[in-house]
């Protein structure tokens, strides 16, 4: 198991996980969360996001195959979602937004905040590219990470201001957008 850790594939797959899931810049979503509601529950949003994405990792092929989707396609179709999340961030616009959710409890958090439609597509397009195990450590990673920030949230928006969290945002919307060029070119000609 371990000859397979490779921490070049663990980076790459935090860094896309990471700017998928986007806690830096949910994080006025959250603040807004906590002040209609009172508490957040940190722990068990990111262990249900980590269980989500996990679980999804190891059916996610199986889901495809049982509908007649190659994962090929599905990362094709995944890196057209990790562009459009990618000039969202860049741009600072909303192609696609769910509805602010009304409780802070683990459906608006775990999912779909956390463990979204964009991280599905990227776990998918990930296991294309890279080894399991390897995605397995950059989602304990992330979670690990999500949980830090749900749980100091009000520090984190004082000390990096809106201009901060909106600069972070646009870095990994740039980075993001790099990435779903490389897995569209790289799924594209196994297509064909």
């Known amino acids: 198991m371990f000859k397979v850790l490779d921490f070049r594939q663990i980076f790459t797959a935090g860094m896309v996980l990471f700017a998928v899931i986007d806690i830096i ?8 969360l906590r002040k209609k509601v009172g508490h957040i529950q940190s722990e068990k949003a990111s262990i249900v996001a980590g269980i ?19 994962v090929n396609s ?12 990618a ?6 616009i909303s192609l696609y937004k769910d509805d602010a959710p009304e409780t802070a409890s683990v459906v608006p958090l775990a999912f779909p905040l956390i463990a979204g439609a964009g991280t599905m597509t990227s776990l998918v397009s990930l296991q294309a590219e890279y080894e399991t195990v390897n995605i397995i450590v950059a989602i304990i990673i992330n979670i690990i990470f999500v949980y830090l920030v749900l749980k100091s949230s009000a520090k984190i928006e004082k000390i990096l201001g809106s201009q901060g969290i909106n600069v972070i945002r646009k870095v990994f919307g740039v980075i993001l957008l790099a990435i779903a060029v490389k897995l569209f070119a790289a799924n594209i000609q196994n297509l064909f």
Not at 25 to 32: A, E, L
Not at 74 to 85: N, Q, Y
Not at 87 to 92: A, F, K, P, R, S
């Open 74 to 85: 599905f990362a094709v179709a995944g890196s057209f979602i990790l562009f459009f999340l």
């Open 87 to 92: 000039l969202e961030m860049i741009l600072g």
């Open 52 to 70: 989500i994405m996990i679980v999804f990792l190891f059916l996610g092929k199986e889901i495809l195959n049982l509908i007649g989707i190659d």
């Open 25 to 32: 810049g949910n994080i006025p979503i959250i603040i807004d």
